[in-house]
């Protein structure tokens, strides 16, 4: 039984030995491998190298692999590039390439924008949009179809014919109408906007615009001739008033009371009561 318990102790003690031989060996493969391993970096990188740049980030920053002819470069980024997407794990954040039709992504299976030729559609990037969509050339996505929508129609416009409402018999009147919304590419066409129809109207002469307009002229120089001529006959009525009343008032102020005549009635009834 002893013996047995010191031959476990022994290959227990061996065994720890080999471990121990292994690590220092990997340890020195490392040595080997990055020679130049450094802990200054620049650039965002936590651990780099002369030859291979970037081993390892800064913390929140993603590694990506950049190919510079046959050479690949390690860099650390605070974003991925176009046609990348960002993952981020416990010891580092890598930045992981995009699907072959996708220029830019959320996840792999999750496009936001596509290559030349495919259209997005739902977070994938189509050749042809489904039925009951049409692809956009602008926005590189398939949309809904929109048809064209018009307002109601305005009231018919007064009888006319080349701009005028007057000297004719038979013309024209017009209605109009706005668009509201105009289609996509696949809607329906807009509609007309305009219409018009014959219309008939009591034929009168239109007055000449010259004959018309001095007359007009000749007619508010008259009544403004009038009212000028009544002013100045009310003004010279009112000073003539005023002048006879002034007068008047002058002349009783001037001539002194006149005293009454004796009636010769009175004294001949007088005389005859004495005798």
């Known amino acids: 039984m002893q013996l047995r318990l010191i ?10 030995e080999y471990i121990g031989s292994q690590h220092a ?41 950049e190919r510079i002819g046959m050479k690949q470069i390690g860099v650390c980024l605070s974003s ?17 390439k995009c699907k072959a039709d996708c220029d830019t992504c959320f996840t792999r299976n999750f496009c936001t924008k596509c290559k030349s030729g495919f259209y997005l559609y739902s977070g994938k990037c189509l050749e042809k949009c489904p039925d009951g969509l049409e692809a956009s050339n602008h926005t590189m996505e398939c949309t809904s179809i929109v048809h064209c929508e018009t307002s109601e129609w305005s009231p018919w416009s ?14 024209n009147e017009v209605r109009v109408r ?14 007309a906007t ?21 007359n007009r002229e000749e007619k508010r120089k008259k009544s403004n001739k009038d009212e000028s001529k009544e002013t100045r ?10 002048q006879n009343r002034e007068q008047r008032e002058n002349n009783n102020k001037t001539q002194p009371k006149k005293r009454k005549a004796p009636n010769k009635e009175q004294d001949l009834a007088s005389v005859d009561t004495a005798h």
């Open 158 to 171: 007064p009888c006319m014919k080349k701009g005028k409402t007057c000297g004719f018999k038979r013309g």
């Open 233 to 242: 006959q009310e003004s010279k009525g009112r000073a003539a008033r005023r």
């Open 178 to 191: 706005e668009i509201i919304q105009h289609p996509s590419a696949r809607g329906n066409p807009c509609p």
């Open 25 to 65: 060996s990997r340890v020195r493969r490392q040595g080997r491998m990055h020679p130049n391993v450094s802990q200054g970096c620049q650039g965002g990188c936590a651990t780099c190298s002369d030859y291979n740049g970037c081993l390892s980030c800064k913390p929140r920053l993603f590694f990506v692999l």
């Open 7 to 16: 031959s476990w102790f022994f290959i227990t003690l061996n065994f720890m």
């Open 194 to 214: 305009t219409e018009s129809r014959k219309c008939i109207v009591q034929r009168k002469r239109c007055q000449k615009e010259g004959k018309g307009k001095k």
């Open 80 to 96: 991925c590039p176009s046609g990348y997407y960002g993952t981020r794990y416990p010891d580092i954040n890598k930045c992981a």
